[in-house]
C-alpha cells in the first residue's frame, strides 16, 4: 500500500488539480484537515471512505460551494481562491452532486442545451455538443423528448452526467452517481465514464460508496478517514489491500 507521503506512479503527467494544505470545518474540529492531493491530467481518480470521511466536503470545496479555512486549489496551474462557482465552471470544473439533480419540467434535450450554455456560445456549437453526448449516452439519444419527471432513475442520473458533460469540462466533480442505481445502470454508466476520460482526456475525481465499481475504472484510489489521506495508490492496490479494505472501505 502506499501512504500519502509516497508519489503514485500516474502523477509522471502533469497535474490538472492541486489540492495543497486544505483545511475545512463547518463548526468546530475540521472536517479535512491540511489536505494536499494531486490529481492528474485524463486520471480517475476514486475518492473512497466511510460516510463522514469528507468526501463530499472535498468536493463542495473544489467546486466553490464551500470556502475553506486554509489552502490553495489550483486548476492546471490557475489558483482557483476566491473564485465564484461560475467561474470555476468557466474555467472547466463541473460538478454532478449527490441526487441526480435534472430540471424535471424540461426535456432531456432542453437540460442538456441548459448545461451547454454555460460554455458552449452559438446555436450550432450547442447542437453539435448535444449531438456528441447523444453518441455517448444512446439511452437519451431515444428519449430525448422525454421530460425529466418521466425517466427512470438510472436515465436521471445519466442525463445529470451528460448534462455536465456537454460543457467538455476539463475536471468533472461527482458525487456517489451510484446511489440508488441497479448494478447494470451502474455499470453502463461507468464504463461511458471511461470512455469519455480515455477519448477526451477528461480527468475525473469520483466520491463513492460503490467501492468495487469504482475501483473498476480507476486509476488511482485515495482513501479518506476522518479528513485526513490515509492512502493514495494505483487502483488494483487499493483493491488488493485486505487491512485496507476491512479498516476503511467495509468489503
Known amino acids: 500500500m502506499t501512504t500519502p507521503t509516497e508519489t503514485p506512479a500516474t502523477t509522471t503527467t502533469r497535474t490538472m488539480l492541486a489540492i ?19 490529481v ?15 468526501k463530499t466536503t472535498l468536493l463542495r470545496t473544489v467546486s466553490g460551494l464551500v470556502r475553506p479555512r486554509s489552502g490553495r486549489i489550483s486548476l492546471d496551474g ?24 435534472v430540471v424535471s419540467e424540461l426535456t432531456v434535450e432542453e437540460n442538456l442545451h ?7 456560445p452559438g446555436r450550432s456549437a450547442r447542437r453539435a455538443a448535444v449531438a456528441e453526448v447523444y453518441e455517448a449516452f444512446e439511452p437519451l439519444a431515444r428519449r430525448r423528448r422525454s421530460m425529466g419527471h418521466q425517466l427512470s432513475g438510472g436515465e436521471r442520473q445519466m442525463l445529470a452526467l451528460a448534462r455536465a458533460l456537454v460543457a467538455r469540462p476539463r475536471v468533472l466533480l461527482l458525487d456517489e452517481p451510484s446511489l440508488g442505481l441497479a448494478p447494470r445502470v451502474v455499470a453502463q454508466l461507468f464504463a461511458i465514464l471511461r470512455d469519455t476520460a480515455e ?24 482513501v479518506l478517514g476522518l479528513g485526513e489521506i490515509v492512502a493514495d495508490a494505483p487502483a488494483a492496490e487499493i483493491a488488493a489491500d485486505p487491512a485496507l479494505r476491512h479498516a476503511y472501505l467495509g468489503f
Open 20 to 38: 495543497e494544505g486544505l483545511t475545512v470545518g463547518y463548526a468546530g474540529a475540521p472536517v479535512i484537515d491540511g489536505m494536499r492531493l494531486d
Open 40 to 54: 492528474p491530467h485524463g486520471a480517475v481518480v476514486a475518492l473512497l471512505g466511510a460516510n463522514g470521511a469528507g
Open 78 to 101: 490557475q489558483d482557483l481562491s476566491g473564485l465564484s462557482v461560475e467561474d470555476r465552471v468557466r474555467r472547466g470544473l463541473a460538478q454532478v452532486p449527490e441526487g441526480r439533480s
Open 114 to 120: 441548459l448545461g451547454a450554455l454555460w460554455k458552449i
Open 199 to 222: 477519448r477526451t482526456g477528461l480527468t475525473v475525481l469520483l466520491a463513492e460508496q460503490n467501492v468495487t465499481s469504482a475501483l473498476s475504472i480507476a486509476d488511482r484510489g485515495v
